[in-house]
């Protein structure tokens, strides 16, 4: 419900306003407002309308005691209430998302102004502390204003451009919210439904654009097995092992009408085939079934358009299906220099190195994983094939 | 707004121009000249390159120091400026993504003091 709200009505505010950084405070007391005030009382019949109504009072309140603002008073009080035309949101989702702001800022924002997001939420779905989120949020507000950053939708021309920064922004609220939900404390908001919530208001405002639709069919595919991701000690199970009767068959289905819908618009794009890749995966009935022939042309055609170290290494991990583990590790190996950071690229080599019986090696890697990751869902299950090894991974 | 673009490149950048043929490098400021010509632009120049700069640097007593060369030594120098009043970031930057000259362009707004 908040969620819904928060965005439509920063973005009304910031355009009645003209000042993010006024708007996109108002609308933080006002739902901190409403939530104290509903509690007692109880929520009100068409609570959008009380949003509405008590975010644009507080808006003159503010305009009164600001003289800069005095000549905006006027277009505000002949203004109907609940003035947010999703326009609005999509304005704001492109100003949060400005490539110049830090991606970290990007983040903060969108989760703020859009989502609705107080402080404290930010800090316990980033893992961050409330007065570095309230430090950031503060600095983003003062370039927002200072280096002019617009409150619009960019033009045709620029938009293919100035939507990669968006979705880069809702795809990593999705994996932040998706990696550790089941490990974290329940009361944390779920990021990974904010972010599939956020893509398909995506896709309803840019319809004629298939990168979003790509997007949302990603997060649906991997939200229709998250069930599936932990057993019944709450322990991480990998889609290898997973109960595959847990995975949500019809919302498969109706993700991968969407990666068909977007392909029918012939703009093939990263998020696209991350989606196909996904989809292959959900559509087979067991693992020994996944298509990885398939997977392996997708993955050409993805590192095709984003030639990334990561994209290489998930290549070589479906080149193992096709073409052998040594062939895989080869491929793997090549990426030592840029992934030796990366956690991922330990565990997939230690799965490796198992399966090859190159124990002490694999065991050395694994343990490299474990030191690479903060997660308490991927240690515990790294932390288990460690104590399982020597036979683990065959 | 106004904003401040501040062209810099690398040595290799500069010497670009050096080697380049007389009629490249004809095409090239007339290029430049077009961009110039945008009546957004308030004014800018084209600067004579870092290795000609003098430093005077106040030390913590106040006093001034003489050195030699640019007060940043790296390997990337300004080579020019403009001045630009338009309505927003994104059409400095457009004006920015255009530069004929290409190396590197800092898009810096000018102090809100100074806006007017």
Same mark, same amino acid.
């Given at each position: 419900? $908040?969620?819904?709200?928060?965005?439509?009505?920063?973005?009304?505010?910031?355009?009645? #306003?003209?000042?993010?950084?006024?708007? %996109? %405070?108002?609308?933080?007391?006002? #739902?901190?407002?409403?939530?104290?005030?509903?509690?007692?009382?109880?929520?009100?019949?068409?609570?959008?309308?009380?949003?509405?109504?008590?975010?644009?009072?507080?808006?003159?309140?503010?305009?009164?005691?600001?003289?800069?603002?005095?000549?905006?008073?006027?277009?505000?009080?002949?203004?109907?209430?609940?003035?947010?035309?999703?326009?609005?949101?999509?304005?704001?989702? $492109?100003?949060?998302?400005?490539?110049?702001?830090?991606?970290?800022?990007?983040?903060?924002?969108?989760?703020?102004?859009?989502?609705?997001?107080?402080?404290?939420?930010?800090?316990?779905?980033?893992?961050?502390?409330?007065?570095?989120?309230?430090?950031?949020?503060?600095?983003?507000?003062?370039?927002?204003?200072?280096?002019?950053?617009?409150?619009?939708?960019?033009?045709?021309?620029?938009?293919?451009?100035?939507?990669?920064?968006?979705?880069?922004?809702?795809?990593?609220?999705?994996?932040?919210?998706?990696?550790?939900?089941?490990?974290?404390?329940?009361?944390?908001?779920?990021?990974?439904?904010?972010?599939?919530?956020?893509?398909?208001?995506?896709?309803?405002?840019?319809?004629?654009?298939?990168?979003?639709?790509?997007?949302?069919?990603?997060?649906?595919? @991997?939200?229709?097995?998250?069930?599936?991701? $932990?057993?019944?000690?709450?322990?991480?199970?990998?889609?290898?092992?997973?109960?595959?009767?847990?995975?949500?068959?019809?919302?498969?289905?109706?993700?991968?009408?969407?990666?068909?819908?977007?392909?029918?618009?012939?703009?093939?794009?990263?998020?696209?085939?991350?989606?196909?890749?996904?989809?292959?995966?959900?559509?087979?009935?067991?693992?020994?079934?996944?298509?990885?022939?398939?997977?392996?042309?997708?993955?050409?055609?993805?590192?095709? #358009?984003?030639?990334?170290?990561?994209?290489?290494?998930?290549?070589?991990?479906?080149?193992?299906?096709?073409?052998?583990?040594?062939?895989?590790?080869?491929?793997?190996?090549?990426?030592?220099?840029?992934?030796?950071?990366?956690?991922?690229?330990?565990?997939?080599?230690?799965?490796?190195? @198992? %399966?090859?019986?190159?124990?002490?090696?694999?065991?050395?890697?694994?343990?490299?994983?474990?030191?690479?990751?903060?997660?308490?869902?991927?240690?515990?299950?790294?932390?288990?094939?460690?104590?399982?090894?020597?036979?683990?991974?065959? | 707004?106004?904003?401040?673009?501040?062209?810099?490149?690398?040595?290799?950048?500069?010497?670009?121009?050096?080697?380049?043929?007389?009629?490249?490098?004809?095409?090239?400021?007339?290029?430049?000249?077009?961009?110039?010509?945008?009546?957004?632009?308030?004014?800018?120049?084209?600067?004579?390159?870092?290795?000609?700069?003098?430093?005077?640097?106040?030390?913590?007593?106040?006093?001034?120091?003489?050195?030699?060369?640019?007060?940043?030594?790296?390997?990337?120098?300004?080579?020019?400026?403009?001045?630009?009043?338009?309505?927003?970031?994104?059409?400095?930057?457009?004006?920015?993504?255009?530069?004929?000259?290409?190396?590197?362009?800092?898009?810096?707004?000018?102090?809100?003091?100074?806006?007017?």
């Amino acid at each position: 419900m $908040f969620r819904e709200e928060a965005g439509l009505l920063t973005g009304g505010l910031v355009r009645l #306003l003209g000042d993010f950084d006024v708007a %996109e %405070e108002i609308v933080q007391d006002t #739902l901190l407002a409403a939530l104290e005030r509903w509690r007692r009382d109880g929520i009100p019949d068409r609570p959008g309308a009380w949003l509405a109504t008590a975010a644009r009072r507080r808006a003159i309140d503010r305009l009164r005691r600001n003289a800069r603002f005095r000549q905006k008073l006027a277009l505000l009080e002949v203004e109907p209430a609940g003035g947010g035309e999703p326009d609005d949101r999509l304005r704001l989702i $492109f100003t949060c998302c400005h490539p110049a702001l830090s991606p970290r800022a990007r983040v903060v924002l969108t989760l703020r102004a859009i989502c609705g997001f107080t402080t404290a939420e930010i800090a316990g779905a980033l893992l961050l502390s409330e007065a570095a989120v309230a430090q950031q949020i503060h600095r983003a507000r003062r370039k927002i204003v200072e280096a002019g950053i617009p409150y619009r939708v960019p033009d045709a021309e620029e938009l293919a451009a100035r939507l990669d920064p968006v979705l880069a922004v809702l795809y990593l609220m999705f994996n932040e919210g998706y990696l550790s939900s089941g490990a974290g404390d329940p009361a944390r908001r779920d990021l990974a439904e904010d972010a599939a919530w956020l893509a398909a208001l995506l896709t309803r405002l840019l319809p004629t654009e298939p990168e979003p639709l790509g997007l949302l069919a990603l997060m649906r595919l @991997h939200l229709a097995r998250a069930s599936a991701r $932990f057993d019944a000690a709450g322990d991480l199970v990998l889609i290898a092992d997973q109960d595959r009767s847990r995975w949500d068959r019809a919302a498969i289905a109706a993700a991968i009408a969407l990666v068909e819908r977007a392909g029918a618009m012939r703009r093939p794009g990263p998020y696209q085939l991350q989606a196909a890749i996904a989809a292959c995966h959900a559509e087979a009935r067991s693992w020994a079934e996944t298509d990885w022939r398939q997977i392996l042309v997708l993955y050409d055609l993805l590192l095709r #358009l984003s030639p990334s170290p990561v994209v290489r290494m998930n290549r070589a991990v479906a080149l193992r299906w096709v073409a052998g583990s040594t062939a895989a590790l080869a491929e793997l190996e090549s990426l030592a220099a840029p992934l030796d950071g990366y956690h991922l690229f330990h565990a997939a080599r230690a799965e490796l190195l @198992h %399966e090859l019986g190159r124990r002490e090696e694999a065991r050395a890697a694994e343990e490299r994983a474990l030191g690479l990751t903060a997660n308490r869902a991927e240690r515990a299950l790294l932390e288990r094939r460690l104590k399982l090894s020597p036979g683990a991974g065959a | 707004m106004k904003y401040v673009l501040l062209f810099c490149g690398t040595e290799d950048d500069a010497h670009r121009y050096d080697t380049m043929s007389a009629s490249a490098l004809e095409a090239q400021l007339a290029q430049v000249g077009a961009w110039f010509a945008d009546p957004r632009i308030r004014g800018g120049m084209r600067l004579a390159p870092g290795s000609t700069a003098t430093t005077v640097r106040f030390g913590n007593n106040g006093d001034p120091l003489v050195t030699d060369g640019p007060f940043i030594e790296g390997k990337e120098d300004i080579g020019g400026w403009a001045v630009v009043e338009v309505a927003h970031l994104d059409e400095a930057l457009a004006m920015a993504k255009a530069w004929p000259g290409k190396g590197v362009v800092e898009v810096r707004p000018v102090h809100q003091s100074e806006q007017g």
